[in-house]
């Protein structure tokens, strides 16, 4: 079975750091550029950053400098380092391929940056 797993979200006071992470459940995302999306309260599912299986990334420009994605394709994960939130970084983060392939979104973790 094809699946994505998140984790490692949580609540962070504005100014903390998080590091989420996408466990795939086979070898067949090694190669794939994959790419964490996010979808705040009542608003639509939007990019955030994308890596391709040589690990070059992109960066949304409302959290370049702030966020920092990466991948080891040894271990089959992903990884989003993300520092300096902000309140409105408060969403559900999903990883997926890029461009998403909609059988494959998961759960999502949830991130909340309360003051």
């Known amino acids: 079975q094809v699946q994505l797993v998140e984790s490692g979200g949580g609540l962070v006071q504005p100014g903390g750091s998080l590091r989420l992470s996408c466990a795939f459940s086979?070898?067949?995302?090694?190669?794939?550029?994959m790419a964490w999306y996010r979808q705040a309260p009542g608003k639509e599912r939007e990019w955030v950053a994308q890596?391709?299986?040589?690990?070059?990334?992109n960066i949304a420009d409302s959290v370049k400098g702030r966020f920092t994605i990466s991948r080891d394709n040894d271990k089959n994960t992903m990884h989003l380092q993300m520092n300096s939130l902000k309140p409105e970084d408060t969403a559900i983060y999903y990883c997926?391929?890029?461009?998403?392939?909609?059988?494959?979104w998961g759960q999502g973790t949830q991130v909340t940056v309360f003051s």
């Open positions: 890596i391709t299986g040589g690990r070059s990334t």
């Open positions: 086979n070898s067949i995302f090694t190669n794939l550029p």
């Open positions: 997926n391929t890029s461009p998403p392939i909609s059988s494959y």
